[in-house]
């Protein structure tokens, strides 16, 4: 089996670095196991994207000395696909009248928020339209051997509820165009910040309900500001400063535990990549889920 593995940003704003921690990774990761790297642009969501920001993503990425397999995928193009899958599962999905205000006032707290208490299951609400499409979950422990964060085990029922695979917008979610992105294109490692960790099970059970493999997994740390909140465009995280590229690259391998030699701060981009791949070494993040950028 031929490594593949990928990064997927979402084009919200810049590229800062959080995600070039995930991007670093990545890349070390597949290219070090002689894999191969794809890229990806999760452009799904337009209320939340930013004029531009995808061609300077790859921009910043070429000036940092990433180099992909193949072209971009863009998923504002797969559409289709994704509604393909939802077809595909047919009756494990169903439609939903609840607004979200509506979830909270009856529902319990679970990992990431109110878990659905299942009111449309049977069927919408008499005067009810469909708003979003969920699909079913069942109690019962999902798990899986992440290669950094060890074993992980989650009861979708309990902690989540049957949660949304295409929204009241008509956007997908993002739980189904990872699936079926990652199948569609032979991924078979999937590396990328720790703030996905809790999501993998809602994605196991796509693949296992719509007869996909299963790719292994590895949750990077990411980074956090001194308030402990990830570092992103809502919380203000500044664009890549790429005056200074192999700078920039130094600091994510520092936050990524490998010990970058202070030398190679004001190297060549070349320089820095060939240090890297010989002593890239994953196992240094082990159990670690997030680093606090000073």
């Not at 069927?123 to 798990?143: E, S, T």
């Not at 989540?160 to 569609?184: E, K, P, S, T, W």
């Not at 990830?230 to 490998?258: H, Y």
Request: negative net charge; contains cysteine.
């Amino acid at each position: 089996m031929t490594y593949t593995g990928r990064f997927a940003p979402s084009p919200t704003g810049p590229l800062h670095l959080g995600s070039l921690m995930a991007a670093v990774g990545s890349y070390l990761e597949a290219r070090t196991q002689g894999g191969r790297w794809l890229l990806r642009m999760e452009d799904l969501d337009p209320p939340r994207e930013m004029p531009g920001a995808a061609d300077g993503i790859l921009r910043d990425l070429e000036t940092l000395g990433f180099k992909w397999d193949g072209p971009v995928l863009y998923q504002s193009r797969r559409r289709e696909a994704y509604e393909e899958a939802l077809d595909r599962l047919g009756t494990h999905v169903f439609p939903c009248a609840c607004s979200r205000s509506e979830i909270a006032d009856s529902a319990v707290a679970g990992i990431e928020g109110p878990v659905y208490p299942g009111t449309c299951r049977g069927g919408l609400p008499p005067g009810k339209a469909a708003r979003a499409f969920r699909v079913r979950v069942q109690a019962g422990d999902i798990g899986f051997e992440d290669a950094l964060q060890g074993p992980i085990l989650q009861d979708l029922e309990r902690d989540v509820g049957d949660f949304v695979v295409r929204r009241a917008d008509g956007c997908h979610a993002y739980q189904l165009a990872v699936v079926v992105d990652d199948a569609a294109q032979g991924v078979t490692h999937v590396v990328r910040g720790a703030d996905l960790l809790l999501s993998t099970p809602r994605q196991l059970h796509l693949q296992a309900l719509l007869g996909l493999p299963h790719p292994l997994y590895m949750h990077l740390p990411v980074a956090v500001n001194a308030a402990g909140e990830k570092l992103s465009k809502q919380t203000g995280a500044r664009p890549l400063d790429l005056s200074q590229p192999a700078s920039s690259l130094w600091q994510a391998l520092a936050l990524l535990q490998q010990q970058p030699p202070q030398s190679l701060k004001h190297s060549s981009i070349d320089d820095i990549w060939t240090w890297s791949m010989q002593h890239w070494q994953s196992a240094a993040m082990s159990g670690l889920s997030s680093v606090e950028i000073a």
